[in-house]
Each structure stands twice: as structure tokens, then as C-alpha cells.
T-cell receptor, first 115, second 112 residues
Framework: NAGVTQTPKFQVLKTGQSMTLQCAQD?????MYWYRQDPGMGLRLIYY???????DKGEVPNGYNVSRLNKREFSLRLESAAPSQTSVYFC??????????????FGPGTRLLVL | AQSVAQPEDQVNVAEGNPLTVKCTYS??????LFWYVQYPNRGLQFLLK??????LVKGSYGFEAEFNKSQTSFHLKKPSALVSDSALYFC??????????FGKGTTLSVSS
């Protein structure tokens, strides 16, 4: 049982390049989330998916798109990377659709540097 | 709008001494409160949560937190700190129908 896995662990991009961050969970969770972590700002929600087939914007969605490929996988895409998107990205999942009292389980993170 | 504050960027404590990491929150209704810990170059790990019921919540690794509704606080505590407790600690809050909001984090440093 690997929990939440993320790939890649580290990536360097040039401004304007695109990339997709991959996330998968093997806990049969319904809800999945993408956060970014910046120094002194805690974690901020980018997008979330309450259940397979649904996605919704979080606090900082601009410049990102997401795809809930199936129940296990939730990807985050940067279409045209900008230096302001340099951050550490975390994927998380929780068991129940739309339940806000659930514990979220986090992946190890992806460090992204945009030059 | 809901919010959460961790007033201390860093807390320093000697091994064996009690530790407290502070958290205050602001929500319009009944809060759900969480503590997570992040070790260097790792993802966040769940420590404990308050949903309802007993105000004193016990969690992983000997940590506990007390929900104080009148002071809108949810401070994390441990009776005897270990060097291995050194990490970044996040408080988070939400309520029914809203997203989880994280504090900015508090770095705990335990010296031997």
C-alpha cells in the first residue's frame, strides 16, 4: 500500500514550457486535491476533485488545469509555466466525497523550479 | 471568511521540556480543526483532529491538542519534547462545505 504517490519528484522548466504533474492513490479514496506550498504561506488549494468526473477550483487556480483521469489518478497541468509557479506541489486524497471532516493524506511532493 | 493563524514562526524548546505550538482560528460556524507535521523534504503527515466531542484530542507520537471555543484556539502540546519532533507544524481549519485552510506553519526546533 503506497498511499499517495507523485511524479516527478523534481523538475526544472523554462518560462513558457508545459508539463504535467502526476498523482495516484491506492486507498480507494473518492476526493483528491492539489496544493502548492510557498515559504511563509502555508499550503494553498489549487484544484480539487470531490469524486471521479468532477473538478473544482480552489484558492489559486490561475495558470493550472487538472484532469481526474479515473478514481486513482489526478493530474495537474501547467500549460505555460511562469517563474511565479516555482513552488512545491502536493497532492492529497481523502476517503469521502465532499466531506470536509475527513483526514487528507498527502504525497511526498514535487519541487518545481521555473527559470 | 474562515482563517487560521499560527502566531509563532519558530518555537525552540529543550529536549525533555514540554512544548506548545499555538493556533487560533476564525470561522462562522462549528470548526473542524487539524494538525499536520512536515519533516524535511517530505509530505504532510496527519497528527490529530477535532471534529466534535471531548475538547482534549490525543494524536500520534504523544501529541495532543485542546479545543478552546471561547478563545478560538487549538494549541498543539506534548509533555516531553524529543529531538525527533523537530519539524514544521501546520494547523488547518474548515467547516461543513468549505475547503481546508492551512496556517503558515510553525517550525519546531528541539535541542539536545
Amino acid at each position: 500500500n503506497a498511499g499517495v504517490t507523485q511524479t516527478p519528484k523534481f523538475q526544472v522548466l523554462k518560462t513558457g514550457q508545459s508539463m504535467t504533474l502526476q498523482c495516484a492513490q491506492d486507498m480507494n479514496h473518492n476526493s483528491m486535491y492539489w496544493y502548492r506550498q510557498d515559504p511563509g504561506m502555508g499550503l494553498r488549494l489549487i484544484y480539487y476533485s470531490a469524486s471521479e468526473g468532477t473538478t473544482d477550483k480552489g484558492e489559486v487556480p490561475n495558470g493550472y488545469n487538472v484532469s481526474r483521469l479515473n478514481k486513482r489518478e489526478f493530474s495537474l497541468r501547467l500549460e505555460s509555466a511562469a517563474p511565479s509557479q516555482t513552488s512545491v506541489y502536493f497532492c492529497a486524497s481523502s476517503l469521502t466525497s465532499g466531506s470536509t471532516r475527513e483526514t487528507q493524506y498527502f504525497g511526498p511532493g514535487t519541487r518545481l523550479l521555473v527559470l | 471568511a474562515q482563517s487560521v493563524a499560527q502566531p509563532e514562526d519558530q518555537v525552540n524548546v529543550a529536549e525533555g521540556n514540554p512544548l506548545t505550538v499555538k493556533c487560533t482560528y476564525s470561522v462562522s460556524g462549528n470548526p473542524y480543526l487539524f494538525w499536520y507535521v512536515q519533516y524535511p523534504n517530505r509530505g504532510l503527515q496527519f497528527l490529530l483532529k477535532y471534529i466534535t466531542g471531548d475538547n482534549l484530542v490525543k494524536g500520534s507520537y504523544g501529541f495532543e491538542a485542546e479545543f478552546n471555543k471561547s478563545q478560538t484556539s487549538f494549541h498543539l502540546k506534548k509533555p516531553s519534547a524529543l529531538v525527533s519532533d523537530s519539524a514544521l507544524y501546520f494547523c488547518a481549519v474548515n467547516q461543513a462545505g468549505t475547503a481546508l485552510i492551512f496556517g503558515k506553519g510553525t517550525t519546531l526546533s528541539v535541542s539536545s
